[in-house]
């Protein structure tokens, strides 16, 4: 409570604010930025979203006219806003490598007052105040937890409570990961008496795929997809020639990692696209495995035990190598 009550003391204290999040933005980023700028908006103060890319298709309705200044496309006024301002909350990460190396050196750069909120192990000693719990499913929990430790219950509204219900749900694989406690649900039900409407959240989501969308969907099913038995691995890789093939639109493999790791004899699965001259990926693993590490050892890249991200200046072809070479000492079966 502590805590709580000295962010929103920061928050009211404060004459310019700005929001960051990690690259690559996901639901929980996207949705734990929305909440806490309208969190902020109802306490009477203003804030600017700034992030190191753009927003994933599929939750670009979240947004309802708010602006999120992307780093990528307004690098000079990205640099301003956080150089300008007395307060920025790093939601969603907790080191500054992820916002990049370019948006992660401004954040060092500025003189603002930096709280963060996040749920990732291990985090840098770079924050003025640091709300860390790696036990808590997602940001956008944190986030309600900081409404209701503050004692501004009675502002988590329908406008607030529907991007943090939309963070917890994908960043739980809707409820289904070890993450999920009853606290979680007992949350999810506070937004729900409080006018979220679930059924509207999930259409909007996760109900209004594009067609090329589908195509490319099967297509990485059907003819991208390896399995290293042995390693209990999965591997689904579009290169950049596959996805301008089916005209695609940031968002449209989101989860596709999921499906992957669905296949029976499977614990681990890892997606990889190719585009601008690097591989993005995306692992995720079951029970015990960890897959943090591996990205954090081989692929710049880092996150939770079952779920994790990363990055390849190799080609396509070659990260696909070197992910099969390293796999046998992280994955798979072992004798008794």
């Known amino acids: 409570m502590k805590l709580a009550n000295e962010i929103v003391q920061s928050i009211l204290d404060a004459e310019k604010i700005v929001i960051t999040s990690h690259k690559?933005?996901?639901?929980?980023?996207?949705?734990?930025s929305l909440g806490m700028l309208r969190f902020i908006q109802a306490l009477g103060k203003d804030a600017k979203i700034c992030h190191p890319d753009s927003c994933p298709s599929f939750i670009e309705w979240l947004k309802d006219?708010?602006?999120?200044?992307?780093?990528?496309?307004?690098?000079?006024?990205?640099?301003?806003?956080m150089d300008e301002a007395d307060l920025i909350f790093c939601l969603d990460y907790n080191g500054s490598n992820r916002l990049g190396k370019d948006m992660g050196g401004v954040l060092l750069a500025a003189d603002a007052k930096k709280i963060m909120i996040d749920h990732h192990p291990y985090p840098e000693d770079i924050f003025?105040?640091?709300?860390?719990?790696?036990?808590?499913?997602?940001?956008?929990?944190?986030?309600?937890?900081?409404?209701?430790?503050s004692g501004n219950?009675?502002?988590?509204?329908?406008?607030?409570?529907?991007?943090?219900?939309?963070?917890?749900?994908?960043?739980?694989?809707?409820?289904?990961?070890?993450?999920?406690?009853?606290?979680?649900?007992?949350?999810?039900?506070?937004?729900?008496?409080?006018?979220v409407q679930q059924a509207e959240v999930h259409e909007k989501s996760f109900n209004h795929n594009r067609l090329d969308q589908m195509?490319?969907?099967g297509f990485a099913i059907a003819e991208k997809l390896e399995v290293m038995v042995d390693e209990e691995l999965a591997i689904v890789s579009l290169s950049e020639v596959d996805l301008e093939r089916f005209n695609y639109i940031k968002?449209?493999?989101?989860?596709?990692?999921?499906?992957?790791?669905?296949?029976?004899?499977?614990?681990?699965?890892?997606?990889?696209?190719?585009?601008?001259g690097k591989v993005k990926m995306s692992f995720r693993s079951m029970g015990s495995i960890v897959v943090n590490k591996f990205a954090g050892d081989?692929?710049?890249?880092?996150?939770?035990?079952?779920?994790?991200?990363?990055?390849?200046f190799l080609s396509l072809e070659e990260t696909i190598e070197k992910v099969k070479s390293l796999a046998p000492s992280y994955f798979g079966k072992t004798d008794a």
């Open 128 to 149: 003025h105040l640091s709300a860390s719990h790696p036990e808590v499913c997602s940001t956008s929990q944190l986030v309600i937890e900081l409404i209701l430790k």
């Open 298 to 312: 081989h692929f710049d890249g880092g996150g939770h035990m079952n779920a994790a991200g990363g990055i390849s």
């Open 215 to 217: 195509k490319l969907r």
């Open 24 to 32: 690559s933005p996901d639901g929980d980023s996207i949705g734990s």
């Open 153 to 195: 219950e009675n502002l988590l509204n329908q406008s607030i409570g529907t991007p943090l219900y939309l963070g917890i749900v994908t960043d739980t694989g809707s409820f289904r990961f070890s993450s999920v406690t009853s606290r979680t649900h007992e949350l999810i039900g506070k937004l729900l008496e409080n006018g």
């Open 251 to 276: 968002g449209d493999t989101e989860g596709l990692v999921n499906v992957a790791l669905s296949i029976e004899g499977v614990s681990v699965a890892i997606m990889m696209t190719e585009s601008d």
């Open 65 to 81: 006219g708010v602006e999120i200044v992307d780093f990528d496309e307004s690098q000079d006024r990205v640099i301003s806003l």
